[in-house]
Structure formats: C-alpha cells, structure tokens
C-alpha cells in the first residue's frame, strides 16, 4: 500500500482554489507585495485566525524566526535559549544575528524544551527564550519561566499550526511572537512562505520593516530607518497561502482523527509511549517514545521493511552537535559569535552535554510520517507494523 507524501499531490490539499488563486494575480499583473493586495490579505486573516492585532508575512520560517530575533535586539554576544531537537532554521536567526544559542536539554517523554533547563540556563546575558513545539505537541511551561525572568518569549510553530496549549490558546499566541513556516513538508504550503504574529505594534512594525529593507513605505518615503532584507513574500505565494488557510481546520481535523485512532491501537503496547491529548497536538509528524531495549534504529528498519514511512530519530545529531556550531566558522574563517561569551559561559557543544535530547536522537525516538490523506486502513496497517516491529 502506497501512503499519501507531501511531496507530491497525493498528500497535499492543493486545488481549484489555488489554481484560481495563481491566475488571479497573474492576471492582475501585480506579483509584488509591496503593492499588491493578497497578502496584506493573508496577514489579516492570519491575525483574525489567531485572535492577534498583527501579522507579517516573508519568504521562509526560517525567514520568519529571523524578523523575530532582529525584532527582540540582542546586542551582538547577549544569549537565545533554544532546543537542540528543530529545524536548523530556528538557530541560523540567532547566528545571523550576531547571538549565541544557548540550548536546555529537553523533556524525555516530549522532545520539548525542558523549563527547568531553560530557567538554570538563564545568565545575565539571556535576551529571549525561543520555545519549539516539536512535531505539534505544545511547548509548556516556557511562558512562566519567561515572565519569571522579564525575557521575551518567542514560539517556534512551524510544525504547530492551530496546535493548543492545555487551557486551550493557540500556539503562538501565548508567547511575545509566534512564527509560522508555509514550507512544503508543513501543514499548509506555498511552496516557501512564513508568517509572525503578534500582539504588539511596535514589534510588528520592526518585524515589517526588516523584512522589506528598513524601508517604511510610508506617504511614498525612499528612507531606510533600520537595518533589513529583502524577505518578502511575493503575490503568487501569498494567494496560495490564503487558500491554503481556509483549508487547515480541515487538515487538522483529518490528522488528529487518524492520530487518535493510532493512538488507541498502540494504547496497550509495552514499551511504546504516544503523546498525550491528541486533540491539541498538530501531528506534524506522529512521534513515538520507545522504552529499552527497543531502539529506534530497529524499530525504524523494521517498518522500512513493512513499507511504512518512519524515521529513527528526527535528526541525525542534536543542533548542539551540528559541525555549524560546533567547529565551523560562521562568517569568514571566525566563529563569532560563539567565541564571544567568557570562559565560564562559552557555549558547551557536543555529545555528552544533553543527554536527554541525545537520547531521544539515537535510541528512543521514532517519527512516523502523517498525513490528512490517511484512511483508516493507512492508519490500521501502520499500527499492525509497530506491533510486529516492537513484538519481535
Ligand atoms: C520547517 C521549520 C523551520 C524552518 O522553516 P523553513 O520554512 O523551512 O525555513 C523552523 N523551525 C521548525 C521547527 C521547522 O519545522
């Protein structure tokens, strides 16, 4: 049985109303945002989807959790807490911005940053914890560390669309900024695209102004007030994304019902471990927590050869233990900034440093791809695969 991908049309809700949505700004002949009206739209009906004053659009997530970063200002040297387990794209920013990642471990059961690591993690440098609900399961506890601290928090919700915290507000609105990827393996896409949302003007207009140049295009001014990219998002891609958005309650729904339904299979399993509350989780991907001695890598083979499409791991190293943060120079032959810290709080990277990530990474996490084109049957032969991979 062949499973719907999201690399092709089989596992994406791609459809006439894109299609109308592309022609209609061909046809208009305004490919530019800048003057353009489909995604002043799209950050309009982002904001309202989320109950926030403010949305910007630009090119990526990664793009995205930039203008975050740049909008929060660390001055070059002061400290970003981050989780080890994401995309590189959640650190790339903090580099970019001349700041040093500092990363807590994480929860063992959630792949989620740890509160207790992020708050012993906090020095007299930290400008912001940067928070990322891994695979959809919401990142708790970050908000009351932050607070606690007087630090901006910002959510990383590339794979957490419409994902809900346990008092049931949205992912990216609990934190100071939420940022969204529209990349093609996320739950919605334009291809490439990304979204903030907040709840703050002048954040939101710092965010708008590095995006588009620093330049306010305000009553037709050629000034450039601050330093900014170019990272906008062009028409084409902003009425993709606005149809696709209409379209997620829809995803979501679809993901979480078939995840409930794996949920229960594997429910009676000895030694594999689910996430908890289904319902709030975006099941970007449906992640499993084995206990020893199953191990991912033979779990992982095991449904490779059962035709299910399963990963070992997420990520072949923890961030902390990319070679680009690690030893790689990030501008020229330097590696500032991470040399920037005294001797007593340079960055500790590499194996052996955060062990509860390590772990997930090479022994007990196994990701299982999803989708909202699963059927029952998809879900069932899935399930009877884990059962005999993990029964031997
Ligand atoms: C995909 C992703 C990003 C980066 O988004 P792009 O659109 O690929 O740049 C950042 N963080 C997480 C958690 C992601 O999954």
Known sequence: MSYPSMIDSSGRTLGTEEVEAVTRVLQSGMLSAVWGREVRALEREMADLHGVSHAVACSSGTAALHLAVAAVAPDPGDEIITSPISDFGTVAPILAQNAVPVFADV???????????????????????????????????????????????????????????????????????????????????????????????ALARRMRLFADKGWP????????????????????????????????????????????RLSAALADLPGVRVPADPDRHAWWLFPVVLDPPLTNHEVAAALARAGVPARAGYLDEPLHCAPALVDAPTYGGSRYPMTVPPADRLPTLGWGTRPNAERLITQTLLVIDWNERYTDTHVDQIARAVRAAVTG
């Open 107 to 201: 929860d063992p059961d959630t792949g989620n940053l740890d509160p207790a690591a992020v708050a012993a993690a906090i020095g007299p440098r930290t400008r912001a914890i940067l928070g990322v609900h891994l695979f959809g399961a919401p990142a708790t506890g970050l908000r009351e560390v932050a607070d606690a601290a007087g630090l901006p928090l910002i959510e990383d919700c590339a794979q957490a669309w419409l994902t809900r915290y346990p008092d049931d507000r949205l992912a990216g609105t609990v934190g100071t900024i939420g940022c969204f990827s529209l990349q093609q393996w996320k739950h919605i896409t334009c291809g490439d695209g990304g979204l903030t949302i907040t709840d703050d003007a």
């Open 217 to 260: 295009r305000e009553g037709g001014v050629r000034r450039h007030e601050s330093l900014g990219l170019n990272y906008r998002m062009t028409e084409l891609a902003g009425a993709v994304a606005r149809a696709q958005l209409t379209k997620l309650p829809g995803v979501l729904a679809d993901r979480r019902r078939t995840a409930r």
